[in-house]
């Protein structure tokens, strides 16, 4: 079974220091990772996935593999930052579970002024 | 071009009454899927259409039914509501590809 830890579910930084969100996965195979991002009164929405490698409002994830890790990364955190951010696992692509997201517990970030 | 909408935004139930919660996309998407949002636990997928006629269950499917009425609209059914069903619901699509699902603006539902 396919299961996403994200092991804070708070997390507090002050504005332009580092901010690192955990997120860790069990699955047997090669998934993909995502991280969705939920700003507030707004929609949940996709903030960056694995495959692509891009670097989003500052925002980067490594996959690695060795530690079963997708951590996000942003080295100078905004105010505009702090929202709930969620890690999810899709089985890989080509097969007939492709697309069901497993979605982690959540961390809400706040950056403080 | 409206994205994925639900309705209603907020609804009161009490034990053992019955609701449908509706969802509808714009987007042309093959994929549609209903989550539940609950604290601690993230999002939880209670069923997914992967194309037109076609669904299947989630991770927590029990007290649920679905229909897709077609490829526009993605119905979730409670047909005896219990107060455990007390949640946040999103509904969210994906195109062709599944990459990347659009999610509603969610339904806050109440059972007392």
């Known amino acids: 079974a396919q299961r996403v830890t994200q092991p804070e579910k708070l997390l507090s930084v002050f504005k332009g220091a580092p901010v690192e969100l955990k997120c860790n996965y069990s699955?047997?195979?090669?998934?993909?990772l995502f991280w969705y991002v939920q700003y507030s009164r707004q929609r949940l929405q996709l903030l960056l996935r694995?495959?692509s490698r891009e670097s989003i409002k500052g925002f980067t994830a490594d996959l690695n593999k060795g530690e079963t890790s997708f951590h996000l990364k942003k080295p100078f955190a905004q105010e505009e930052d702090s929202a709930m951010y969620y890690c999810?696992?899709?089985?890989?692509?080509?097969?007939?579970?492709?697309?069901?997201?497993?979605f982690g517990q959540g961390t809400i970030l706040t950056v403080h002024p | 071009n409206a994205g994925v909408t639900q309705t209603p935004k907020f609804q009161v139930l009490k034990t053992g009454q019955s609701m449908t919660l509706q969802c509808a996309q714009d987007?042309?998407?093959?994929?549609m899927y209903w989550y539940r949002q609950d604290p601690g636990m993230g999002l939880r997928l209670i069923y997914y259409s992967a194309s037109e006629g076609t669904t299947d269950k989630g991770e927590v499917p029990n007290g649920y039914n679905v229909s897709r009425l077609n490829k526009r609209e993605f119905s979730l059914r409670l047909e005896s509501a219990a107060p455990s069903q007390t949640s946040v619901y999103f509904c969210a699509s994906s195109g062709q590809g599944k990459e990347t699902q659009y999610f509603g603006p969610g339904t806050r539902l109440l059972v007392l």
């Open positions: 987007m042309n998407h093959n994929s």
């Open positions: 699955y047997s195979g090669s998934p993909e």
């Open positions: 999810a696992l899709s089985p890989a692509a080509g097969g007939t579970s492709y697309g069901k997201l497993t």
């Open positions: 694995h495959i």
